[in-house]
């Protein structure tokens, strides 16, 4: 798991997961045999071992990592690509096995990182998640499993660094082939010495402030908290932080799950009571040299890699959904379809207002204007010019608007959502913001906000997704909306990707 050198370890909240009566377990799934996992985990310390003590990017003992996972899957009747990256100027590999047959419009995708860091093995980080999905994936071809949905597992190179092989991965692919990853699995520490059961919180019901994962995420989290009720151990939520391989999946809409066993945080005492171990850190050797073949607690492994395997099978032989339903609208702005800016003739910015542009990238100490688009070429971006300066075109002076052309919306369950960022320096203030409201015949509700905050604040691509069942049956416009309210901010906002989908 990748480390924030400037942030601690997930927030770990304490609520317990939600388990709706209607989440089944998916009983038909095989037991994984912990001692095949295990000796995963042997064959991978000693590829380490002979390889100086480490299986990190661009060193030999990771490519001899990806050999082994590989030769397995070939064996076992797996399609395998062999999908290489460069970074750092080294040579990265992401390994992807397809199970033969399943709907490939409708693909569940198991993930984790192979790579270690430079310091050590990475037994646990990630070790342990890979081992476990790799077991997973020989089981499915041992068992014979042909389920509704495709099938696709892949271990991810150079996640230590900055996720760049699961980004590279999704990066390849094409609108179609990303709409085809109905459900992303992540996997990543999942057998730390003095664990804890940490599920991503894909509703966001345990309020822990990072938001839902995209449409799909909670059917995810309910499908694995139903496992972990069914065997008597309870789990907690933990946030979408960034920290490993689902972002760049749910950044493109993708709903994701996982299991995390705990990092570098400290193990609380309600913890301790919850779950046994101590007060000390989930996982002390993290990123140390001692993250070797003891660093492992086989009850952790056992337990989660059950519960990988009854996942899979649950929500493959179920087949999928793909995320949202049928379109009812969208817009990429890859051409002019009709916003019109200050529609209500209130906007007071004096620069930076909305327009549909090919953005500059900008920076000032931190990017404060991305230079590509969520997709495409273009999006909607506060003054898309780079100027002679970071400040040159942010909004400056108050507040700029644009708004939709007419949508009219048909009967059901509406979801809609959008990619967005809100960047500023740390001279911006609550009172500056991103927002993104509906516009009916009675007035403008909103839908979406992102205050400002006096601190840094990188530009990066987030996905949104905001329940509209509410205007069913209306004809509505939408309206983004931003801010410099404060005094003598640097402010930049950009939105791009809405898709509005009936269920």
């Not at 999704?170 to 599920?199: C, E, H, R, W």
């Amino acid at each position: 798991m990748r480390a924030f050198p400037l942030v601690g370890a997930a927030t770990l909240v304490a609520a317990l997961v939600a388990v709706p009566a209607q989440a089944a377990v998916a009983v038909a799934a095989p037991d994984i045999a912990v001692a095949n996992v295990k000796a995963h985990l042997n064959e991978l310390q000693s590829i380490a071992t002979a390889n100086g003590g480490n299986r990190a990017h661009g060193r030999p003992g990771y490519l001899a990592s990806v050999t082994y996972v590989k030769n397995l899957l070939d064996a076992a009747g797996f399609t395998t690509q062999q999908q290489s990256f460069t970074y750092g100027g080294a040579t990265g590999y992401n390994l992807i096995a397809d199970w033969p047959g399943g709907d490939t419009a409708d693909t569940l995708m198991i993930g984790s990182h192979l790579d270690s860091v430079s310091a050590g093995p990475g037994i646990n980080d990630n070790g342990s998640g890979s081992a476990a999905n790799l077991e997973v994936a020989l089981t499915v071809a041992r068992s014979g499993f042909r389920p509704a949905r495709h099938l696709r597992f892949g271990w991810w190179g150079a996640e230590e660094l900055g996720l760049r092989g699961s980004t590279a991965y999704v990066n390849s692919l094409s609108s179609a082939q990303k709409a085809a990853i109905t459900g992303y699995l992540n996997f990543d520490m999942v057998a730390s010495p003095n664990p804890g059961y940490f599920l991503y919180d894909g509703d966001d019901s345990d309020n822990t402030g990072s938001g839902p994962g995209p449409a799909g995420s909670a059917q995810i989290e309910q499908t694995l908290a139903a496992y972990f009720s069914s065997i008597g151990v309870p789990t907690r939520g933990t946030d979408f932080d960034g920290r490993s391989d689902y972002g760049p999946f749910i950044a493109n809409g993708i709903p994701a799950g996982g299991i995390f066993t705990g990092a570098e945080g400290r193990k609380t005492a309600a913890q301790v009571e919850l779950w046994g171990g101590t007060t000390g850190a989930f996982d002390p050797c993290y990123h140390r040299a001692c993250d070797t073949i003891s660093n492992i607690n086989d009850t952790a492994l056992d337990r989660n890699a059950d519960a990988i395997a009854s996942t899979v099978w649950a929500l493959a032989e179920d087949g999928g959904t793909p995320p949202g339903g049928s379109q009812v609208w969208s817009d990429t702005f890859e051409t002019a379809t009709g916003w019109t800016t200050n529609a209500a003739g209130t906007d007071t910015a004096t620069t930076g207002r909305w327009e549909r542009g090919d953005p500059a990238a900008t920076t000032s100490g931190v990017t404060t204007q991305l230079g590509t688009a969520k997709s495409g070429t273009f999006d909607l971006v506060t003054g898309a010019a780079a100027g002679s300066s970071a400040g040159a075109n942010d909004v400056d002076g108050g507040t700029t608007t644009a708004r939709s052309p007419a949508i009219t919306l048909p009967s059901g369950t509406l979801t809609l959502s959008f990619a967005w960022y809100l960047a500023h320096l740390d001279n911006a203030s609550s009172a500056d913001y991103l927002r993104v409201g509906v516009v009916t015949g009675t007035g403008t509700t909103t839908l979406f906000s992102q205050p400002g905050a006096a601190t840094d604040r990188a530009a990066a691509w987030q996905t949104a997704t905001v329940n509209l069942s509410a205007y069913a049956g209306q004809t509505v416009r939408l309206q983004v909306e931003a801010a410099d309210a404060g005094t003598a901010s640097l402010v930049e906002a950009a939105v791009d990707d809405f898709l509005i989908t009936q269920s």
